[in-house]
């Protein structure tokens, strides 16, 4: 399974950048879909998950006010994932990776089945 996520980019403090994460030709209607980072020099962290209908989502604390997670609302194709990050800060700096978890919504990595190539998001200060 292919993930392409996009959207990354370079974005000054109080900024904001919506990524995306597709999956070509597959729909994931009924799986969780999740986002994860990972700074320079550190562990990859959870950021956000939204479960297959879109109704319960999780928020790493770091993010909670300032990202939204949505994923497609159309009927029957829900294939894209989306994070609206606002209010960015330099330590919001990282590679950022979409995942999917046929297990459900969940703040684990281990749980997560499919990963993207992940997409870089630099905020200057």
């Known amino acids: 399974v292919q993930l392409q996520a996009s959207g990354g980019g370079l974005v000054q403090a109080g900024g904001s950048l919506r990524l995306s994460c597709a999956a070509p030709?597959?729909?994931?209607?009924?799986?969780?879909m999740g986002w994860f980072r990972q700074a320079p020099g550190k562990e990859r962290e959870f950021v956000a998950a939204i479960s297959g209908g879109g109704t319960i989502t999780y928020y790493a604390d770091s993010v909670k006010g300032r990202f939204t997670i949505s994923r497609d609302s159309a009927k029957n194709v829900k294939n894209t994932v989306y994070l609206q990050m606002n209010s960015l800060k330099p330590e919001d700096t990282a590679v950022y990776y979409c995942a999917v978890s046929e297990y459900g919504a969940t703040t684990r990595g281990q749980r997560y089945d499919y990963w993207g190539q992940g997409t870089l998001v630099t905020v200057s200060s």
């Open positions: 030709g597959r729909t994931f209607s009924s799986v969780a």
